[in-house]
């Protein structure tokens, strides 16, 4: 029997990108969709791409009437709406993946230094796993609830975490450079994002103080067993899908090509969405764009003894809808890689 499935907010980018892939997930039914602009309406009011996949009218979220179709929800909400909801669902029986910030930091307090309000919902910050597979695989496929990880967060942490538990690298003094397609800013209106604004041009923002920060530090952190800081800048490129992190890296011991090569494939293993690149390659966003994988390369600058890493993934798909489906599907007891198995789009 079809695990019956609903999405939240689903007709915004994430939303719609959980509708696409869904549509070819062989043992799930998408049973419900919510939105409160389009209620009423066929999903393919907001998203025509999706014409023809079988998704229902949208209807305005109703927790209650959620909780009496779904088994599995998505909630694919603006940030601070999802504490405001998931509750009632866990207490009904749903299993429950948030696409939001709301559940991925641990600490009360430290949500509200970086998200500038209490949270609403502190009894289940300890509850929810956070949803990073190829760290947390076990403790995902236990969870009632899975807060589904930011998409810079997802392309640091896969390219930092191998290098951190094995001690090859300083926890102190990480430089992390990332740059986003314009799709990880949302589908709300915004003149920042509108075309001329952005075509031909490239430019730096929050370059200090991001929200994805804290959640960065929470699990390298978690990984190093001891505290890890990050300088971080992000950056916005004129293209839709994407994210490429550098990262600059002091290592703790001399390292070569073959022992960093082996660190990750011993961390990773052969299988699932990680793709480590031979020495000398380098990773581009062409190369994920909409599939789940995560290329990862480096190369040793031995003038200055940095080790610089870079990622790549589809922040549309591994940074968000794909990422969140991989959870559903450890969650219940599925092959990860079920519906997730399509290869990146070149060019």
Not at 292 to 316: F, H
């Amino acid at each position: 029997m079809s695990i019956q499935v609903g999405i939240l907010g689903a007709t915004g980018y994430t939303g719609g990108e959980l509708v696409r892939l869904l549509a070819c997930h062989p043992e799930v039914d998408l049973a419900m969709v919510t939105s409160e602009q389009y209620a009423g309406q066929p999903l393919e009011k907001a998203f025509p791409h999706v014409r023809g996949t079988g998704a229902p009218v949208c209807v305005k979220l109703d927790p209650a009437l959620v909780a009496a179709s779904c088994q599995v929800v998505f909630c694919a909400l603006p940030h601070m709406a999802s504490m405001e909801v998931v509750g009632s669902l866990l207490d009904a029986g749903c299993r429950v993946v948030d696409l939001s910030a709301d559940f991925r930091i641990k600490d009360a307090e430290v949500f509200a230094q970086w998200y500038g309000e209490a949270h609403k919902a502190e009894s289940l910050l300890e509850e929810a796993v956070y949803g990073l597979p190829e760290l947390n695989r076990r403790a995902i496929a236990k969870a009632r609830l899975v807060a589904n990880p930011g998409c810079y967060p997802t392309s640091v942490i896969l390219a930092l975490a191998p290098l951190l538990a094995q001690g090859l690298v300083e926890t102190r003094g990480v430089v992390v450079d990332s740059k986003s397609g314009v799709s990880g800013a949302g589908r709300s209106p915004n003149k920042g994002n509108l075309f001329p604004e952005i075509a031909e041009g490239f430019r730096p923002y929050k370059v200090t103080g991001h929200r994805h920060i804290p959640e960065m530090e929470q699990e390298l952190s978690r990984v190093a067993g001891q505290e890890v800081r990050l300088r971080f800048t992000p950056h916005l490129l004129p293209q839709i899908r994407g994210i490429l992190s550098t990262l600059y890296l002091r290592p703790t011991l001399p390292v070569t090509s073959a022992l960093v090569e082996s660190t990750y494939r011993n961390f990773y293993g052969e299988t699932g969405f990680i793709r480590i690149l031979p020495a000398g390659e380098v990773p581009s966003t062409n190369q994920v764009k909409g599939s789940n994988y995560c290329d990862i390369g480096w190369a040793m600058d031995e003038r200055t003894g940095y080790m610089v890493v870079m990622s790549a993934i589809d922040n549309l798909v591994k940074g968000a809808a794909g990422q969140a489906i991989q959870n559903m599907n450890l969650m219940m007891g599925l092959p990860e890689d079920m519906g997730l198995k399509q290869f990146p789009l070149f060019p």
